[in-house]
């Protein structure tokens, strides 16, 4: 992900989620509360739980997005 890019708000209403950062800064709203995670860290957000991943960093990011149940038709955006 660039640096100064952010994905759209959104959640999954069945898929559990864990976003593990590989590289860089991400800043990871969930539920309107804001953190921020470094290289090797990572959160598990629950179906139904509306997040957004940031890069307000100068340097780009690197994360993986693991599901489970398959997320694929799952994704509610929140505009």
Do not use: W
Not at 45 to 61: C, E, R, T, W
Request: charged share 20%; aromatic share 8%; hydrophobic share 35%.
């Amino acid at each position: 992900m660039s640096d100064g890019t952010y994905e759209v708000k959104r959640y999954n209403e069945r898929s559990q989620q864990f976003f593990v950062i590989l590289s860089g800064t991400a800043t990871l709203e969930i539920n309107c509360d804001r953190q921020i995670l470094s290289q090797h860290e990572g959160v598990e957000i629950s179906p139904g739980i509306a997040h957004q991943i940031f890069n307000q960093s100068d340097q780009g990011l690197e994360f993986l997005v693991i599901s489970q149940s398959p997320s694929h038709r799952d994704l509610i955006l929140v505009c």
